[in-house]
Each structure stands twice: as C-alpha cells, then as structure tokens.
C-alpha cells in the first residue's frame, strides 16, 4: 500500500508534483530533478520509516536508517534497473540499511519473553480500564512481538501484514523464493498469534 | 473441500494471493463448516488488530531538511574532489616540471633524445641519398607499405615511376626518413595527436550525454578546466608551429592532451 503523505509547511505548489505517477518521478528523478526525488521521499516515506521502525524497534534508529536509506537511494539511482518499482526498489535498499544495524548491535532491550508482565496481565482475563489504554498496551505487545521474531520472519510479516506488498514485491525485496516467504510468513504469523491472542477476544470483534 | 485442505489455504484466502476459483472453493466451505468459520474469524480479527497497530513515530519535516542536508555535504565534497583533481593535474602539467628535479632531469634525457633523433635524420639528409639508396642514383626504396601509418607522399605528374618519390620529394618531404623509411619523431608526434583528438571526440560525447545528470556548479567547474586545457593546447601548438621539432613544445603539446583525456575519461565514468 503506498501512503502520499503531507508535511506541515509544503507549499501547495507541490501538490501538482505529488500527483505524478511514480514512474514518471523516478524518470525525472534519474535525470537530475532534485524536486522530483524529494517528491519519492514524500510519498514513500511514511511506509519506509514504518517498515524500518518495525525492524529495528526504536525511532531514533528509525529516523537515522530513513535518512541513510533515502540518502543511499539518491546515490544509486543510476543504478535502478528500469523496471523496478521505486517502491519495490526502496523498501529492499531500507531492508539491507535495517539489517546492516541490526547486526551491529545489541537488540536484547527489544526482546521480551512469552511471560511478560502485560500478556500474564491479559491472560488473567482482566480488562483494561479503556479502549485507549488497551491499544497502547496492544501497540507495545505487537512492537515486543515483532522484536521477538527472527530477521527473516519479521521481514516477510512486516512486507506482508503491515506493508501489504504482493510475495512477488517481497521475493524482489529479499531475494527470498515464494514458497520460502510463505513458509516464513506463516511461522510469523503463528508467533505473533501466540502472543496476541489474549487480545483477540477484547473490544476487536470484527 | 476438506476442513484440512481449507485451514491449510485460510492465509492465502486472507492475503488473497490464489486463484479465483480456489477462493470460491474456500468460501464456499467456510459458510457450511462452523469450525472452519471461526478459524476465518480469528485471522480476520488478527489482521483487524494489525490493521489498528500504531507506531510511536512521524515523519516530519526535519526528517527531509537532514536527507538534504547530507546530500546536499555529498554534492560539496564531489565538487570539491573534482576541482582538487583538476587543479592537481594541471600543477602536474605546468608546475611539476619548473619544480621537480626529478621531473626535470627525465624531460633533458627526452630532450636530448628526441633532439639527437632529428639531428640524425638532419645528417642523413645533409649526406648524398645517392650514396645510400641505391647504385643508379636515380631513385630511393619506397616506404614499407603501412596504410594509415605513414602519411602518402605526392604522386610525380608523370614519368615511369608514378608511384616512386623522387629523391627532390624525399627531400621535400619533413615526414619521412629517407634513409629507414621509418617515422621520423616528429611524424610520431602527430600520429599521437592524432590519436589524443580521436579520443577526446569520443570522451566529448560521452560527457555530454552525461551533462544533464551533473551537478551544474560541478559542470561549471569542469568546463572552466576544460577550458584552461584548450587554451594551453592552442598555445603549444602555436609554439610547436613556430619551433618545429622543438621537443619542449612538443612535449607540452602531448602533455596538455593527455590531460585533457583524463580530465574528460573521469567526468565520464564519473
């Protein structure tokens, strides 16, 4: 799903350039058009900086491996076959800028244990005092879920169930074959389920 | 379909990612078996719980003025390493050879070199050709026949040998040493000029294919050392004209254009 987003101040003279199509900006952006790779960057920087948020699970880090990736993706745009999805091309060049700080460093903070205090406090069955207080918990328990996940498995769910990218997009992304992809998917799937499950049956009937 | 079949293809039904009419198949399972419905449910209120999943982060504006701020430190350091480059070069070009020693004693022994190849090839022509080319002394041995090496020598009006200089040609003739038939130095002198401005014609059009996607204030600068470039070219040349076989000028001459090459080999791999 591609999110445009808005900042405070943008001259309403850009909206014009927001409406390209992303071919169209990439093409310009190849070229030399400086307004036009700021314009990929606002388009897409929502779910980039989501996406890394997800894997590294801090929003300082977030924030430096967005810039880095933005920064990475300027340098190289030559070098973007041309009939790669700017999006496609921009998620796998965060997802290498995300594991590259992954492994030089220490993640332990991020990882929490299936006895933590919030799920045992769920699973006696009591309720949260309001909806807003439960989705903060909720928040917490899916970031620390995620957290928990191996690379490969937090990649594919991130792509997949926040991103919602096709497995072809992901397989791009990752290098990673199809049936590869949903395997790892559908252990993540059963990981966070496993955690998640108090919350399934609070106040989020479909 | 089965309930196993159904609950191994509920993910895929959820993501949406088979076909249409396996789809209808699972649908239609689903609304006639209780268990695998609430199955459905509970991934539909899974992804209804990820749907609502908020992260503690913005993108702001000064997430971009950094991005810009960092590209913008790139652009100034690539500048700056170009324009350091060129300047090197042409104190490799002009001020080496004044400074260096070193530099200075290899460009004497190229000097005196180049200098005792002309003055041979003045004394071979000084001596009688007669003596040298032949008992008739009629005629001299043609050139070995290198096509695109050697330059053609005018043809005779008429007479039996059209095709043979006579030896008033040979004498005629600065390019050609009448005693080998070999290139004389400053044949080869040309012969590399030659070769620097077809070089430097395909480079040219390679830069500018390139000229769109560089930074203008790089392009600037670039163009300013380029043009230095030529300018020195132009003055060598003027040199080498008005002291012909000074191997000095010629030295300078060759110098400049291979500067130039490298000068427009790294803008355009740049």
């Known amino acids: ?206 | 379909m089965k309930c196993e079949e159904c609950q191994a293809t509920i993910e895929d039904y959820i993501d949406e990612a088979f076909a249409v009419r396996t789809a209808r198949d699972v649908s239609a399972h689903l609304s006639s078996c209780a268990a695998c419905s609430r199955c459905h449910e509970e991934f539909k209120r899974e992804q209804t719980i990820y749907a609502s999943y908020q992260r503690d982060i913005e993108v702001t504006p000064a997430l971009w003025a950094s991005i810009e701020a960092r590209l913008e430190r790139q652009r100034a350091i690539k500048t700056a390493t170009l324009f350091e480059t060129l300047r090197e070069r042409f104190a490799g070009v002009f001020g080496a050879p004044r400074l260096s020693p070193a530099f200075a004693a290899a460009l004497v022994l190229v000097a005196i070199g180049v200098t005792a190849l002309i003055m041979q090839y003045a004394s071979s022509r000084g001596n009688n050709p007669v003596a040298q080319n032949g008992p008739t002394g009629t005629q001299v041995e043609p050139p070995p026949n290198k096509p695109g090496t050697v330059p053609e020598l005018p043809k005779a009006s008429s007479g039996p040998a059209v095709d043979q200089p006579t030896i008033a040609q040979v004498r005629k003739d600065p390019r050609r040493s009448p005693a080998t038939g070999r290139p004389t130095p400053e044949q080869l002198v040309r012969e590399a000029e030659q070769k620097y401005v077809q070089a430097i014609a395909i480079l040219s059009r390679d830069v500018n294919q390139r000229r769109s996607k560089v930074d203008p204030a790089v392009l600037a600068r670039f163009d300013a050392a380029l043009s230095d470039i030529d300018r020195t070219i132009a003055e060598t040349k003027q040199a080498s004209r008005q002291n012909p076989g000074d191997p000095i000028a010629l030295n300078y001459l060759l110098a400049a254009y291979s500067k130039k090459v490298d000068a427009l080999r790294d803008m355009a791999r740049d």
């Open chain 1, 1 to 206: 799903m591609v999110e445009a987003i808005s900042l405070k101040g943008q001259a309403s003279a850009r909206a014009g350039i927001l409406m390209n199509s992303a071919e169209e900006l990439t093409a310009r952006a190849r070229s030399g058009d400086h307004e036009a790779f700021r314009s990929i960057f606002e388009r897409y920087a929502r779910p980039i900086i989501s996406f890394i948020y997800d894997m590294v699970g801090r929003r300082d880090l977030a924030e430096e491996l967005t810039q880095e990736t933005f920064v990475r993706a300027y340098k190289n745009l030559g070098a973007m076959r041309e009939e790669t999805k700017i999006s496609t091309w921009l998620f796998g060049i965060a997802k290498n800028v995300a594991r590259e700080s992954l492994r030089s460093r220490i993640r332990e903070d991020h990882r929490v244990g299936i006895d933590d205090d919030r799920v045992v406090e769920m699973s006696d069955g009591k309720l949260p005092p309001d909806r807003e207080l439960l989705d903060r918990e909720l928040n917490g328990v899916i970031q620390d879920a995620l957290g928990a996940l191996d690379e490969d498995k937090r990649v594919v769910f991130t792509l997949k169930v926040f991103q919602q990218r096709s497995y072809e997009e992901i397989a791009e992304i990752t290098g990673s074959s199809i049936p590869k992809l949903k395997t790892d998917l559908h252990r993540a799937r059963a990981e966070m389920r496993r955690r998640i499950r108090p919350y399934l049956g609070v106040g989020y009937e479909v």
